[in-house]
T-cell receptor, first 115, second 114 residues
């Protein structure tokens, strides 16, 4: 079965420190991977995606993610966290099933950045 | 340009009533998706429309749920005989062509079934 897992319900980071939000996936074939963010009282926004090419993908708001095929991971990272990064983060993988493509989302990880 | 819009923003209904939720995608986007987000939960895929192809309905939780997309643009999600477990935020998204591309999400409709 194709799936995506976010093992941490919540990540706490001090402002200015690096942050990592973890994501692992299980999918047949080449994975298409995405990160989305949901700020309080706002809709989901696209951050970045990996389709092919460089394993390190750069996205919006200074975020980046590293695709690791051997570990089937796609962790989201930022070198220096801001309080305004506090939000709910979702990892997603494209799933091919019954001739259809669709995105399967993880359960989400709440990031709390403390001043 | 305008983003994805959804209406109503909030809907309170009584158990057993039917509800219709509307989504206006971004103009020119051929793909449209419906998801459900329950309190504190992730996104649950419901249905996916791509151009004139038959929709992927594999995520609809029961036959009380249906959706249509008229003229390749506006979509309506209908829930018949609502149950309390249907209470959730229903999110619509659209993208240019298919699932390889960034999905743009609407603000959602918060449905409360009493």
């Amino acid at each position: 079965a194709q799936s995506v897992a976010q093992p941490e319900d919540q990540v706490n980071v001090a402002e200015g420190n690096p942050l990592t939000v973890k994501c692992t996936y299980s999918v047949s074939g080449n994975p298409y991977l995405f990160w989305y963010v949901q700020y309080p009282n706002r809709g989901l926004q696209f951050l970045l995606k990996y389709i092919t090419g460089d394993n390190l993908v750069k996205g919006s708001y200074g975020f980046e993610a590293e695709f690791n095929k051997s570990q089937t991971s796609f962790h989201l990272k930022k070198p220096s966290a801001l309080v305004s990064d506090s939000a709910l983060y979702f990892c997603a993988v494209r799933s091919l099933s019954g001739g259809y493509n669709k995105l399967i989302f993880g359960a989400g990880t709440r990031l709390a950045v403390h001043p | 340009g305008a983003g994805v819009s959804q209406s109503p923003s909030n809907k309170v209904t009584e158990k057993g009533k039917d509800v219709e939720l509307r989504c206006d995608p971004i103009s020119g986007h051929t793909a449209l998706y419906w998801y459900r987000q329950s309190l504190g939960q992730g996104l649950e895929f419901l249905i996916y429309f791509q151009g004139n192809s038959a929709p992927d309905k594999s995520g609809l939780p029961s036959d009380r749920f249906s959706a249509e997309r008229t003229g390749g643009s506006v979509s309506t999600l209908t829930i018949q005989r609502t149950q309390q477990e249907d209470s959730a935020v229903y999110l619509c998204a659209s993208s240019f062509q298919g699932t390889d591309n960034e999905q743009f999400f609407g603000p959602g409709t918060r449905l409360t079934v009493l």
